[in-house]
């Protein structure tokens, strides 16, 4: 059982990056997956997330209208589409499955992460 993020790196602002989560030993049928970050010095915060029972996303605020969330069950995958990149988007970037059927956006609920994938917004 574990997750696999990629897609990370380096940057422009105002530029475009899509992370992958790849799910292995479980499906995404009955575990919802979120995105989370964290910056250096601070908290880690929730990004965006993707229910298992209808596909419904949950989007922070600093993030919505940029970043996009999407699912192919087929491939097991979870994708972050990252559009118009600040330099404040630079972190880690984890990905997490939730054992629950419905849109979870809290780190609580979530019991599977992958390693991180560095994301750094930079001219």
């Known amino acids: 059982v574990q997750l696999q993020a990629s897609g990370g790196g380096l940057v422009q602002p105002g530029g475009s990056l899509r992370l992958s989560c790849v799910a292995s030993g479980f499906s995404l049928d009955d575990h919802g997956i979120g995105w989370f970050r964290q910056a250096p010095g601070k908290e880690r915060e929730a990004v965006s997330s993707?229910?298992?029972?209808?596909?419904?996303?949950y989007l922070s605020n600093a993030v919505r209208g940029r970043f996009t969330i999407s699912r192919d069950i087929a491939r097991n995958t979870v994708y972050l589409q990252m559009n118009s990149l600040k330099p404040d988007d630079t972190a880690v970037y984890y990905c997490a499955a939730a054992p629950v059927l419905g849109l979870a956006t809290e780190a609580h609920y979530y019991t599977i992460w992958g390693l991180g994938t560095q994301v750094t917004v930079s001219s």
């Open positions: 993707i229910a298992a029972s209808d596909g419904s996303t």
